[in-house]
């Protein structure tokens, strides 16, 4: 019984609008707080500007092969000597100008990035739903599988999921389908965070008394799981996918890295960073180490943010 | 001099848009061996009083004004070293949940131990040996070997005596108890409250006792302070506050403590009680969508006859089917309603009440028994057409005002969503005319609909849940502990609403509770319920004038006395 | 405690059947085994004989119990790329791995349990906030390029650390090697166990951190600060010992993950271990290698799966009663 809270009994006067609700709430109030959250939400809006719009902003089109030319190969960045100043980054072996290179491969990263993470959590947010309100068989099936599937991490399961879809397609077919296996693969190994926090959320949501209410009215099971209980457990479900986002890209960048992700004809930024690995000895350090250092702002801004959502949900923290 | 004395205090939590005054204002003196009972309602700042004597305040609160003094040395202004050397030392504390209080993973002795030894130069076996004097001393039997278990071997009751003990290890002057069995049943909590009065009158210790039972504090203490809101409104002798009380806020807080000696008709609607909200508009209740209630036929015989009802719960699953283990919640249970009347339940947690409203309502299948709703056999319906037909004229009221409606939803939609369900409404504009007249209805006028549950406090909440139930146009509701977590005041109006929609609509009530007081103030007949079964059923005044079953009488036995209160502004029934 | 670990062992034996169903249905589905064995010139008497001699024309059951069998013996068949039983090839490689695994464990536990306890009590010191930013860093650059910058740094730049291999190792017994007895050993594995540790180091942080901050705020906690038990106590005894459960459990998992991981900083490091060596034969299918490392690094899993649980059931006394 705390006896802090006071009772915030309104008057029938008019409920304030929408827009007037968010800027008035405690989380907004945290939100601005957090000065390096704000600094993240800007930095991740123009890294997602610029990735979308790659095409728009960027200097050159990398991958126009006419206007690629091999005698600009390996310009170093700008404050260097033989530097080109249509190049402000360098060029890689190819004479790809190495900022462009690096708004395509980010647009690359983050789409491989947000359909994995939709897609896992439709999978997970389904299967947990089901596994926690029907509870019994179903919720044990569900669970031994997801144990199971937690057993080896994303990156393996992706391996095995490369590994074994070019084993039936053969290799030939890898750049037509890579985008897709790698999606897949990657969704695949993340929607059990999803169907155990929902089934968990769930469970403990169903033996609330409003489901109970929603029950005795005779509103069947279907129906409440998706308007009763899925809006009360979007909470943690929103704090895992901006964490998986982050994670997605940067498993999506260790698979290329890896050599199984996306081909160099179409380069993520895992892509770009295993081109430039293999000239990190001879001196040209900047095909490596520029898409590296973007790919580590990308998901440090998008964790920055996840960190937040999580502390600012969490109402014990506050 | 006196043990304990508060001159002043002010105690601030600074917000984010304005500082929040907790308490202002408040003197209080406790003498040794004497009882100081601070009773109020939610938010009227009593747990931060004893928070702040024992300097454990939560973030960001802080003493804004005054002085606490033990035994005439300051306190309050002591640096935090000194002040924790206190705790434990000179002030020993007793917390709600004796669930919760202890570390699960320790056993009772080495949290015994540890703490002894914290405030006493003794050595390990010095301080075993009063461990096992405390332990013997707070009533658990075989204190040599119950010490050696862990927290979670031992019951409620039997936690909270542990919870005692450790208050009392270094023989402190000053005990304070914040609602010390606020989560007990009846009849562990008389037996705390009589193990907290011996220990002291026998030890000399002063004891500062938060509640919000009048009958804890009619019980055991010496004097009362009475707070509303922060402040001090009345503070004297038990006997004289309680027997004269002179504060309107005391005047109308006695009056809505419902009494298990005196059955009233309504509860006085006094003044310092949260307002209800928009006055009522009257509904002629014979042409209006809601009268349509009464239209059932009437039924012949009961409208609800329950015979042999049986659940059983699987507690241990296993393949070999003599591993399995099971759990009677409810046992052969067999009782009837008759049309328009209120039928209470009366038990104990874990009595099996709450399991008989569920099954009566098809959350849960009854492993045995039947029951018959208006002569249809209600576990052997398959047809969907007819189970939500018969759900329809049966609803319920949840215990939990704040878990009991969709934080998601709109006011608005929680109660219209039964209305479309069950198609009783032709149009979408219909659907809000009978919202807003049921929001009318209950008292909080049709602006509510358009706000969320969470802008209202646990009165309105339980306003809403009433609506809500209303929305199906029942003949039967079922009120599961309504008002268990409601403050006094409010719980005498939401009661008072209860009464009046049932007169008016007709309704038949089945009324589940723990508490005896209550129950005698609502209802018609009374089944008292054991360890799942049903031990008598007996006519209300009958069942507490001349009580049969020995369960009876020792619950009515065990009700705290409420005599010392004032019968001012009653009307008996 | 007995008919726990039984049961315990029961369900760790479950797993291992499904994953080793998983992996038979990978090395029987996956491509023909035969056609992946053989050469383009090899007639189809001589494959059909191979198919026979291999027992794929038995039932599917039939199959998969020889597959189990040979599997629990270490058998699982010779690799198609490099014509030598799996088994051999892993047991050169295993030393390398489980070395650096370990190393990186270590070093992950040594460095961030302390940091997590002391983050998660003295939240708002300005030692915490610049724990918590480092830990955000750790997660957020990927492993392999950590392991670039340091090869950059290090290695390239300042020449201290060998890039690549596990520099001098002194044989052990008749396979197992080790580079923890020379210097040269011990200097390549320094940035591998790093780059590899680094994220599970900060993952264990931040985990410490919010179950102490969790535990910190029960009412046992309170109530022993009520009683005016002395910090020390109240922070060790009591709270430390109560964020131990769920901790052990993700740490279990993380450790476990380890090995999968160990993938990766092979790679960068070029460390002669058994990921390098499944990587390759994912890009080249060579199922049998694929199967077995499946198999493996399940197993390590399950192990180490059950010793957290017995942990759990010494930590735990509720666990205790209810089961007995």
């Not at chain 1, 179903?138 to 599937?149: E, G, L, S, T, Y």
């Not at chain 2, 960001?60 to 606490?68: C, D, K, L, T």
């Not at chain 3, 705020?217 to 109240?234: C, E, M, N, Q, S």
């Not at chain 3, 034969?281 to 017995?310: E, G, H, K, R, W």
Request: aromatic share 8%; glycine share 8%.
């Amino acid at each position: 019984m705390s006896d802090v809270s006071s009772k915030d009994a309104k008057g029938p006067d008019a409920p304030p609008g929408l827009v007037a609700r968010i800027i008035d709430s405690d989380m907004f109030h945290s939100f601005l707080r957090s000065r390096i959250t704000v600094l993240a939400a800007i930095g991740t809006l123009i890294l997602f500007f610029v990735a979308f719009f790659a095409p728009l902003v960027a200097p050159h089109d990398p991958f126009d092969l006419a206007s690629v030319s091999i005698l600009d190969a390996r310009v170093p960045p700008f404050w260097m000597e033989f530097a080109d100043p249509r190049f402000p980054l360098g060029t890689d072996d190819q004479g790809r100008d190495i900022i462009s290179a690096i708004f395509y491969g980010m647009r690359i990263s983050l789409i491989v990035g947000f359909c994995s993470v939709f897609l896992a959590a439709a999978l997970g947010i389904t299967l947990g739903l089901i596994a926690g309100y029907m509870g019994g068989r179903v919720d044990a099936v569900i669970m031994r599988i997801a144990d199971i599937q937690l057993t080896f991490p994303a990156i393996l399961i992706a391996l095995l999921v490369d590994g074994a879809v070019h084993g039936i397609f053969g290799t030939l077919n890898r750049e037509v389908f890579s985008f897709w296996i790698l999606i897949f693969s990657i969704a695949l190994s993340f929607w059990v965070q999803y169907a155990r926090t929902v089934r968990g959320s769930t469970m403990v949501e169903k033996n609330k008394e409003y489901v109970q209410a929603a029950r005795v009215i005779g509103i069947p099971s279907s129906t409440i799981m998706i308007r009763h209980i899925l809006p009360n457990v979007t909470g943690p479900v929103l704090v895992i996918a901006t964490i998986n986002l982050a994670l997605a890209i940067v498993t999506e960048a260790t698979l290329s890295f890896l050599g199984v992700g996306m081909p160099p004809t179409q380069p993520s930024l895992g892509t770009l960073i295993a081109i430039g690995n293999d000239f990190l000895y001879s001196g040209e350090w900047w095909i490596a180490i520029f898409p590296g250092l973007a790919l580590a702002l990308l998901v440090l801004n998008v964790n920055l943010l996840g960190d937040w959502l999580r502390d600012a949900l969490n109402p014990k923290l506050r | 001099m006196s043990v304990l004395q508060i001159k002043d205090l002010k105690v601030e939590f600074p917000g984010r848009k304005s500082t929040f005054v907790a308490v202002e204002g408040v003197n209080l003196k406790v003498e040794a061996g004497k009882i100081l009972g601070v009773v109020g309602e939610s938010g009227a700042g009593k747990s931060t009083v004893g928070n702040a004597v024992i300097g454990l305040l939560a973030e960001p609160g802080r003493i804004a004004e005054g002085e606490i003094y033990l035994h005439g040395q300051r306190i309050d202004s002591l640096p935090d070293k000194q002040k924790r050397r206190l705790r434990g030392r000179k002030i020993g504390m007793i917390f709600q949940d004796p669930l919760t209080s202890l570390d699960p993973l320790q056993t009772v002795e080495s949290q015994l131990v540890e703490t002894i030894r914290t405030h006493l130069a003794l050595s390990r076996d010095e301080a075993r040996a009063r461990a096992i004097e405390l332990i013997d001393a707070v009533g658990i039997p075989d204190a040599p070997e119950r010490i050696k278990q862990y927290p979670h071997q031992f019951s409620g009751g039997m936690r909270q005596r542990v919870v005692i003990a450790l208050a009392l290890c270094a023989e402190p002057e000053l005990v304070i108890a914040d609602e010390p069995t606020t989560a007990l049943d009846v009849s562990i909590q008389a037996q705390i409250l009589e193990l907290m009065k011996k220990l002291c009158a026998e030890r000399n210790v002063a004891m500062l006792v938060i509640t919000h039972d009048m009958g804890v504090i009619a019980d055991i203490t010496d004097h009362v302070a009475v707070m509303y809101h922060g402040k001090l409104v009345e503070y004297g002798e038990t006997a004289q506050v309680l027997g004269h009380p002179q504060h309107p806020y005391t005047k109308s807080l006695i009056s809505a403590v419902p009494r298990p000696d005196i059955r009233i008709e309504r509860f006085p609607v006094v003044d310092y009680i949260e307002k209800a909200g928009a006055p009522i508009r009257q509904i002629d209740i014979a042409t209006h969508w809601l009268g349509k209630a009464r239209a059932y036929d009437k039924a012949e015989g009961p409208l609800l006859k329950i015979s042999e009802l049986g659940m059983r719960f699987q507690v241990a699953g296993s393949i070999i089917r003599s591993r399995r283990r099971y759990f009677d919640a409810v046992k052969k249970v067999s009782f009837d309603i008759a049309e328009g009347e209120t039928f209470g339940l009366v038990g104990e947690s874990g009595s099996g009440k709450s399991t008989i409203a569920r099954l009566i309502t098809g959350l849960y299948h009854p492993t045995g028994g039947s029951i018959r709703f208006a002569g249809q056999e209600l576990t052997e319906l398959s047809n969907r057409k007819q189970i939500l037909a018969m759900r329809r004229q049966m609803q319920m009221i949840f215990q939990d005002p704040f878990s009991s409606l969709n934080a998601r939803m709109r006011v608005r939609s929680i109660i219209a969503e039964p209305i479309k369900f069950h198609r009783l409404a032709s149009s979408g504009a219909q659907v809000r005319q009978i919202v807003d007249d049921l929001l009318d209805h209950v008292g909080l006028g049709a602006a509510a609909g358009e706000k969320f549950p969470h802008e209202f406090s646990g009165g309105q909440r339980q306003r809403i849940s009433i609506a809500r139930a209303l929305a199906t146009r029942p003949r039967f509701l079922i009120c599961d502990e309504p008002t268990s977590a409601l403050d006094v005041s409010i719980q005498a109006q939401i009661l008072n609403l209860l009464k009046d929609l049932q007169q008016e609509l007709g309704l038949t009530m089945l009324f589940i509770s723990h508490d005896l007081a209550v129950i005698r103030q609502m209802c018609n007949r009374i089944g008292v319920m054991r360890h799942g079964e049903l031990c008598e059923v007996a006519e209300c005044d009958a069942l507490f004038e001349t009580p049969e079953h020995p369960y009876t009488r020792e619950l009515l036995s065990l009700m705290p006395s409420l005599e010392l209160l004032s019968t001012e502004n009653l009307e008996t029934a | 405690m007995l008919g726990f670990a039984v049961r315990r062992l029961m369900q760790a034996i479950v797993v291992l059947l499904v994953v080793a169903l998983l992996s038979f249905s990978l090395f029987r589905f996956v491509g023909d085994p035969v056609n992946m064995m053989v050469g383009i010139e090899t007639s189809i008497q001589e494959r059909e004989a191979l198919r026979e001699r291999l027992g794929l024309n038995d039932p599917i059951p039939v199959q998969f119990g020889r597959f189990v069998v040979k599997a629990a013996q270490f058998d699982f068949g010779t690799s198609y790329q490099f014509h030598q039983p799996v088994s051999e090839l892993f047991a050169k490689r295993i030393p390398a791995t489980l070395e650096l695994s370990f190393m990186s464990a270590l070093f992950a536990l040594a460095v961030g349990v302390p940091m997590g306890i002391y983050a998660g009590l003295n939240r708002e010191s300005r030692l915490s906030k610049l724990f918590l930013s480092v830990s955000l860093v750790g997660i957020s650059l990927p492993t392999f390029f950590i392991g670039i910058l340091l090869i950059f740094l290090f290695s390239v730049t300042l020449q201290w650390l060998p890039s690549y291999g596990r520099g001098e190792v002194v044989k052990i017994g008749s396979w197992w090697t080790t580079g923890l007895l020379t210097w040269s050993g011990l200097k390549a594995l320094i940035m591998p166990s790093i780059t590899l540790g680094l994220y599970q180091m900060t993952l264990i942080m931040r985990l410490i951190r919010a179950e102490m901050l969790e535990v910190i705020r029960t009412d046992y906690i309170k109530f022993a600060r009520a009683r005016g038990l002395p910090d020390r106590i109240v922070h060790f005894r009591h709270a430390l010992k109560n964020t131990l459960v769920p901790v052990i459990t993700i740490t279990g998992l993380q450790l476990g993950a380890l090995i999968a991981f160990a993938t990766i900083t092979e790679t960068v490091f070029q460390w002669p271990g058994m990921g390098i060596m499944f990587l390759q034969a994912v890009q080249n299918v060579d199922i049998p290698i694929m199967s077995a490392y499946l198999l493996l690094t399940a197993f390590l899993f399950v192990v180490i799966n059950f010793i957290v649980d017995i942990l759990y059931f010494l930590i735990d006394p509720r666990l205790r009663v209810e089961r007995a």
